[in-house]
């Protein structure tokens, strides 16, 4: 993990936090899963990852499902399915950066 945005308490208490990816995490898997609706993730990746806390009130879970993944493409944010559409937020035509969504998180 390079950076918490936001945090809960849970990392600042040393709680882990563990996100797990059906199949294998192969240069081939991820090659072959690129241009679906949702691509494998693979060492050396960069995402975003907005997670909520689930009813159970102790564990995490993907705010958006499956897109809750957000590739990061220099400073522009792309929600991972196959089309990889830029974030956008609130219904707005226009796609968040990175940095504006960092300060909006930050608030």
């Known amino acids: ?5 936001r945090d809960d308490g849970s990392i600042a208490n040393a709680k882990p936090i563990i996100l797990r990816m059906a199949g294998d995490a192969t240069p081939e898997m ?4 690129q ?5 494998f993730t ?3 990746d960069r995402y975003l990852f907005l997670l909520t ?7 995490y879970g993907f705010y958006y499902g499956p ?13 991972s399915d196959g089309t990889q559409q830029l974030l956008k937020l609130d219904g707005s035509d226009a796609a968040i950066s990175l940095e504006a ?3 909006r998180i930050g608030k």
């Open 53 to 59: 806390l689930n009813p159970d009130k102790t564990t």
């Open 30 to 33: 991820k090659a072959i899963t």
């Open 67 to 79: 897109w809750s993944r957000l590739l990061i493409d220099g400073g522009t944010l792309r929600v």
């Open 42 to 44: 693979y060492t050396g």
């Open 101 to 103: 969504l960092t300060q």
């Open 35 to 39: 241009n679906t609706n949702y691509p």
């Open 1 to 5: 993990m390079e950076r918490v945005l």
